[in-house]
């Protein structure tokens, strides 16, 4: 069974960069049928698409955050990664790692947990 | 480039809800829209997909449709479990970019 986990600081300060990764198990990230994406919802709010990966070199991103978004995977560890430069507190929500299938577009259809980050200093 | 959702819902114990997002030609009219529920503290859970197709173990007391622009989520037989966030999802061609609704809070009375 499919499961992805995030990981990484809950605290980050003000323009500084936030950096999370998703551990996948019961399946590859190599896998040519699946993209791999980070979405986050802050408080208040509906879910936001930050950036997703296929295979593992091609990357896709937010037209709103895409200048300060870097998403990157490493088979080897089975894992994708998430870096979000110069972050406010308007970067403050939950963060979630999920899978696509690719051939709908339209929505991700297994998620992790989630992971709180919040921007403060 | 995002969805319109109704923020909120409130429906008797065992009514019907019927929810909405609302985008434009680029995105659910195209594309049609998922939709995904979400329990305070847990993560969206996938309910419908692709013309009201449901993954294995969702409840046939959901069922989507669409018409032109706008898709439809509706819940038959409301219960205490569906008080939930319930988000749309789809993609976006002109700015090829997935976008999802603002969400709308279910609140059985």
């Known amino acids: 069974q499919l499961q992805l986990q995030e990981s990484g600081p809950g605290l980050v300060k003000p323009s500084e960069t936030l950096s999370l990764t998703c551990t996948v198990s019961?399946?590859?990230?190599?896998?040519?049928?699946?993209?791999w994406g980070w979405i986050r919802r802050p408080p208040g709010k509906g879910l936001q698409w930050i950036a997703s990966?296929?295979?593992?070199?091609?990357?896709y991103y937010s037209p709103s955050l895409k200048s300060r978004v870097v998403i990157f995977a490493d088979s080897s560890k089975n894992q994708f990664s998430l870096r979000l430069n110069s972050v406010t507190a308007a970067d403050t929500g939950m963060y979630y790692c999920?899978?696509?299938?690719?051939?709908?577009?339209?929505?991700?259809?297994?998620w992790g947990q989630g992971t709180l980050v919040t921007v403060s200093s | 480039a995002g969805l319109t959702q109704p923020p909120s819902v409130s429906k008797g114990l065992r009514q019907t809800a019927t929810l909405t997002c609302t985008g434009n030609?680029?995105?659910?009219?195209?594309?049609?829209a998922a939709w995904l529920q979400q329990h305070q503290g847990h993560p969206p859970k996938l309910l419908s997909y692709?013309?009201?197709s449901r993954p294995s173990g969702i409840s046939e007391r959901f069922s989507a449709s669409r018409s032109g622009n706008t898709a439809s989520l509706t819940i038959t037989g409301l219960q205490p479990e569906d008080e939930a966030d319930y988000h749309c999802?789809?993609?976006?061609?002109?700015?090829?970019?997935?976008?999802f609704g603002s969400g709308t809070e279910v609140t059985v009375l």
């Open positions: 999920a899978r696509r299938r690719v051939e709908d577009r339209t929505h991700f259809d297994s």
């Open positions: 019961g399946g590859s990230i190599s896998s040519r049928s699946y993209y």
């Open positions: 990966v296929y295979d593992i070199g091609s990357t």
């Open positions: 030609s680029n995105n659910v009219g195209t594309h049609g």
């Open positions: 692709s013309n009201n």
């Open positions: 999802s789809t993609w976006d061609s002109s700015v090829s970019a997935h976008v």
